[in-house]
């Protein structure tokens, strides 16, 4: 244990690097010097590379830095980083497709964005609607309901809208993972996972190396999700969160969730440079769920994560890549196949 907290605390390699999977490709963060990559892998075989522009509001006010306030911040970045690199990687994997309608036309033309960028913002916006109805407005009126039906509870109510909204996590995680896309970027998400693992270890990134690190991984979005719903159960069991009026439960939950996020940032940092009970049995949870958001991937997929890895990572770590492009040796037999079987 000991010796894994040193090993822990003396990696200079943990914790630097984050990534996200999208549309058949994979977007890696290098968080020290904000360095952004964006690797998708197009039909035809070949690797589409493009560097995005990212800067943290932090560098500029470092108060918003300080412990609880940069969780905040940093979910905040998150979503439009995300937002940002779902966006081009549908733009990019889609160039090859005909020609923009007229209506298409007219919105780039009036609104300065593709069409791409507008469906994406409206998905956006239904996507938090969604998220409050089904996280916030029914399990707190399910447990109401519940409440009444039984003859009223006390502390349990707390309990039970908890569960319900795990409840709700885990089966909409599931269904959705049923859909053939959603595998493909849950293949690409366990590429990045890998990767990642393999580069704190120090080996040498190729795919044989990559393939052996398991996919789950402590700091992943799903069980920062996850460690969310369980830290708000706790604060939002204060006695000043109240089951009278609703609405303004509903409000004052709204009002409290930057501290909640925030808590559970600080949370996900402890457990990425420590390892023993107390962050063994608080991870848990997280790590199960991403059974069910990453899938194990294909030497291509993993190959594209480390094509995404030497984009952003500096020049002192290119020991750990191998001289050749794996990505490009991956395309390049894959057209050889082709060729092959025609």
């Known amino acids: 244990m000991a010796k894994c907290k040193k090993h822990c605390q003396d990696n200079e390699r943990l914790g630097i690097v ?10 890696m963060l290098y968080k ?47 979503l439009a980083l ?10 990019v994997y889609g160039e090859d497709e005909e020609e923009p309608s007229r209506f298409e036309q007219w919105i780039e033309k009036k609104l300065g964005k593709s069409m791409m960028d507008v469906m994406m913002f409206v998905a956006s916006i239904l996507a938090v609607v969604l998220a409050l ?34 409840a709700i996590f885990v089966g909409y995680m599931w269904i959705v993972s049923l859909m053939k896309d959603i ?36 700091r992943c979005g799903t069980s920062f999700i996850f460690v969310v719903l369980i830290v708000g159960v706790l604060i939002f069991s204060l006695p000043f969160v109240t089951w009278d009026i609703i609405w303004l439960r509903m409000l004052t939950k709204l009002l409290l969730m930057p501290l909640v996020v925030g808590i559970c940032y600080e949370f996900l940092i402890y ?32 190959a594209v994560a480390i094509a995404a890895m030497r984009m952003v990572l500096p020049e002192k770590f290119s020991y750990l890549f191998p001289p050749e492009a794996e990505g490009e040796e991956v395309a390049e037999s894959r057209e050889e196949k082709a060729a092959v079987n025609a």
């Not at 984050?18 to 977007?27: L, R």
């Not at 964006?38 to 522009?53: A, C, F, Q, Y």
């Not at 940002?84 to 733009?91: D, V």
Request: aromatic share 10%.
């Open 18 to 27: 984050g990534g996200q999977a999208v549309i058949e490709g994979i977007m």
């Open 32 to 78: 020290r010097e904000n360095r952004c990559g964006l690797v998708i892998r197009m039909e035809d075989g070949t690797l589409h590379k493009e560097s995005l522009p990212f800067s943290s509001v932090k560098e500029r006010i470092p108060w918003l830095g300080w412990p609880i306030i940069r969780g905040v911040v940093n979910f905040v970045e998150t």
């Open 82 to 91: 995300s937002f940002k690199t779902l966006s081009k990687s549908a733009e």
């Open 133 to 166: 109805g089904l996280f916030m407005f029914i399990p707190t009126w399910s447990t109401k309901w519940i409440a009444s039906a039984v003859g009223g509870l006390g502390w349990e109510r707390n309990l039970i809208e908890g569960i319900i909204k795990i």
């Open 183 to 218: 595998r493909r970027t849950y293949e690409y998400h366990g590429a990045e996972h890998k990767s990642i693992f393999c580069f704190e270890a120090g080996e040498m990134l190729t795919p044989e190396n990559v393939r052996k690190y398991k996919r789950f991984h402590p």
């Open 271 to 302: 457990a990425g440079t420590h390892d023993n009970l107390f962050v063994r049995i608080c991870s848990t949870p997280g790590l199960w769920m991403q059974r069910l958001t990453t899938k194990e991937p294909d030497d291509e997929q993993i």
